[in-house]
């Protein structure tokens, strides 16, 4: 009966002293990780460069929207609602370019951008042409590429119109069908 107390006393210190270990285990883990999430935010906050996009967003203001979008064909004084330009390509089969279709259109909530788009669309326009045409057929397969070319146009558009009217104006600007070949 004493032998049975004994080891009854035994286990429960053993028990003990393992609840207590892993009870120690769990609070280190904890501290570790809480000081570890610290230094990540400081270094995140007081010490990681700033990434170009917010740099980008700090420097631009950005403009409220004050009503209903307003959708602005681009297209020439000819009244072509479209571009169509030849596109570069490292790997030319025998007399076979390759071209680019798009419709293009901007987004404006100021019905002042709207009018300054329309009286400005040949610089527009001839910006766009020659953006388009220095393409390279292989990267516009590409969902990026395609992106790319994308936020080219409406940094072009927005570039237009700070030099026409002194504020951006466009909110972006949409390819409603773009076709190659």
């Known amino acids: ?12 210190e053993e ?7 892993l009870k120690l285990i769990i609070i280190a883990v904890v501290a570790l990780l809480v000081l570890g999430g610290g230094g990540a935010a400081a270094y995140f906050f007081f010490l990681a460069e700033p990434s170009e996009e917010v740099a980008e967003e700090k420097q631009e203001p950005v403009e409220e929207p004050r009503g209903p979008a307003i959708y602005v064909k681009v297209r020439s004084m000819e009244g072509r609602p479209m571009f169509v330009v030849p596109l570069r390509s490292a790997n030319k089969k025998a007399g076979r370019g390759h071209y680019m279709q798009a419709y293009v259109e901007a987004k404006t909530r100021n ?9 400005h669309m040949p610089v527009v326009v001839s910006r766009l042409n020659k953006m388009f045409s220095s393409q390279e057929f292989e990267v516009l397969q590409t969902t990026a590429g395609r992106n790319q070319l994308r936020q080219n146009a409406i940094d072009e558009v927005r570039e237009v119109m700070m030099e026409k009217i002194g504020r951006p104006g466009v909110e972006t600007v949409l390819f409603t069908n773009f076709v190659m070949q």
């Open 1 to 12: 009966m004493a032998d049975d107390q004994n080891t009854e006393a035994e286990n429960g």
């Open 15 to 21: 028990g003990g002293k393992k609840k207590s270990k």
């Open 111 to 119: 019905p002042d951008v709207e009018a300054a788009l329309k009286l």
